[in-house]
């Protein structure tokens, strides 16, 4: 397929960011953040994030929660929008 015509297809889907749709992605990455913090049973011996209730739990536990967070985000805001509940 031509680069042209896929970037052209994706410009013309209109994407409206707002304030819902941001505190459903940080509810979601929290979410996850909480779930990784008690599921990861082998953790990395690198320097935890000095952040209370997330010791232990060091860089690359942070970028996987939070990459399974905006996975779990983007389905959640696609979802409700097929719906009709956000828009």
Known sequence: ???NILF???MTEKTNWSL???IIMVICNLISILIG???IKTRSV???IPI???EGLGLPELLATT???HI???GTIIGLRSIGIIS
């Open 72 to 74: 779990i985000g983007a």
């Open 67 to 69: 990459s399974l967070g």
């Open 52 to 54: 209370s209730g997330l």
């Open 46 to 48: 690198k320097p935890s």
């Open 1 to 3: 397929m031509n680069l």
């Open 20 to 22: 819902q749709i941001a």
């Open 8 to 10: 052209t297809l994706h």
């Open 37 to 39: 913090r008690y599921a």
